[in-house]
């Protein structure tokens, strides 16, 4: 039972290049997540999705794409990778909107750097 | 103004300590509040949750809200060198799916 994976766990690149975060969940959950993690501004989500097919945007959505092709993986795409966008990446799902019995699971993270 | 803000520390206390983690908040709809505790290099796991206002006790875990003051508190009873961590807060309204994150307080317990 592996939870939340994400593919990479670290990451380079350079300006300019794009790249796809892989997330996959094997708990059949519904809802899935992208957060970006910078010190001193916490976890700010970037897009999400609410089932297969669907996608949304959260609070800092530019310059980055998603798609949500399979219930299981959620995957981001940086279409022209920015030094503003070194972070590190957190994915997370969950049955429904994340509360109560139903809390949001996170993977270990990807950490991306841009030079 | 951030949606939510909490102290980053860091915190430093021996073991055994009572430790008391706090948050505010600015937005009067949020009506889920969460806690979760992030080691190093790992995502945050969930600690505790409530909705609205009330005390909720989960081991030597209290978590409290006051939603008139629009403040949040976790307290740690009895406090282990495992429970070295970042603490988050997160809330969230009725409505919507979007999570607002505290910026983290970072734990030390010194045995």
């Known amino acids: 039972n592996a939870g939340v994976t994400q593919t990479p766990k670290f990451r380079v690149l350079k300006t300019g290049q794009s790249m796809t975060l892989l997330c996959a969940q094997d708990?059949?959950?519904?809802?899935m997540y992208w957060y970006r993690q910078d010190p001193g501004m916490g976890l700010r989500l970037i897009h999400y999705?609410?089932?297969?097919?669907?996608?949304a945007k959260g609070e800092v959505p530019d310059g980055y794409n998603v798609s949500r092709l399979k219930k299981q993986n959620f995957l981001l795409g940086l279409e022209s990778a920015a030094p503003s966008q070194t972070s590190v990446y957190f994915c997370?799902?969950?049955?429904?909107?994340?509360?109560?019995?139903?809390?949001?699971?996170f993977g270990d993270g990807t950490r991306l750097s841009i030079l | 103004q951030k949606e939510v803000e909490q102290d980053p520390g860091p915190l430093s206390v021996p073991e055994g300590a009572i430790v008391s983690l706090n948050c505010t908040y600015s937005?009067?709809?949020?009506?889920?509040f969460m806690w979760y505790r992030q080691y190093s290099r790992k995502g945050p796991e969930l600690l505790m949750y409530t909705y609205s206002s009330g005390n909720k006790e989960d081991g030597r875990f209290t978590a409290q809200v006051d939603k008139s003051s629009k403040y949040i508190s976790l307290f740690i009873r009895d406090s282990q060198p495992s429970d070295s961590a970042t603490y988050l807060c997160?809330?969230?309204?009725?409505?919507?799916?979007?999570?607002?994150f505290g910026t983290g307080t970072s734990l030390t317990v010194i045995p």
């Open positions: 999705s609410v089932g297969e097919g669907t996608t």
């Open positions: 937005n009067s709809a949020f009506q889920y």
């Open positions: 997370a799902s969950s049955r429904q909107g994340g509360v109560s019995n139903q809390p949001q699971h």
């Open positions: 708990m059949n959950h519904e809802y």
């Open positions: 997160a809330m969230r309204a009725n409505t919507g799916n979007q999570f607002y």
